[in-house]
């Protein structure tokens, strides 16, 4: 591996060289050209994720096609909107980190070939759905409304001003929300209450002239 030329006792704006077609010149660190032996370009490299698109907590496995046999490979997360959206391991696994988009490159070094590069398309990361299960249980007594009704973290009622109604058994509309909201989306679920009746007592109920029932 001779060297052929120090750069820095030539000050011409250029000089032709000549050399096989199976070398190459190399431009080191000490600021020497060195005759090297040409390398063949990597082939062809494609990153895929599988799944795409992902939802938030979601895993993931990038996966390269193409590299020559004992390739060594490194990933690494580009392109994030916003920062930290999902990481990845040194052997392409990924974990969702949040919501939005990136896309993975990956580095292919193999003996005999220069280094190589690919980026995968673009992956989307959308916010999770939970699977709540619904609340049970859940009483009123006549006259009450549903915000007179506590529901368990996460619940709501969707119109909290409205009357539970008669006697028995009715549904009426709620939402589970799940924290943080920016990562998860909201789940609407009738949810099931039982009305009882309403205990009245120091009432005066009079029939007639001569009949009074007091409770």
Request: charged fraction near 20%.
């Amino acid at each position: 591996e001779p060297i052929i030329l120090n750069v820095t006792e030539h000050n011409a704006n250029s000089f032709n060289l000549k050399y096989p077609t199976n070398k190459t010149l190399e431009h080191r660190a000490d600021n020497h050209l060195y005759l090297a032996d040409k390398q063949p370009p990597m082939p062809a490299l494609t990153v895929t994720v599988d799944p795409n698109p992902l939802t938030y907590g979601q895993t993931a496995q990038a996966t390269v096609s193409g590299e020559p046999s004992g390739a060594s490979i490194s990933y690494e997360i580009i392109e994030s909107e916003p920062a930290g959206v999902a990481s990845i391991g040194t052997d392409g696994a990924i974990t969702t980190n949040g919501v939005g988009k990136f896309k993975v490159k990956v580095t292919v070094s193999a003996t005999g070939y220069s280094d190589g590069e690919a980026t995968s398309a673009e992956i989307t990361v959308n916010k999770a759905t939970p699977t709540p299960e619904a609340p049970t249980g859940l009483t009123a007594t006549y006259g009450d409304t549903l915000e007179d009704i506590d529901l368990p973290t996460g619940w709501t009622w969707k119109n909290p001003e409205t009357s539970v109604g008669n006697v028995g058994s009715h549904e009426f509309d709620a939402i589970y929300q799940e924290t943080p909201e920016k990562y998860y989306n909201s789940v609407p679920m009738k949810l099931s209450v039982e009305v009882t009746p309403k205990s009245i007592s120091g009432a005066s109920i009079e029939l007639g002239d001569s009949l009074r029932y007091t409770v």
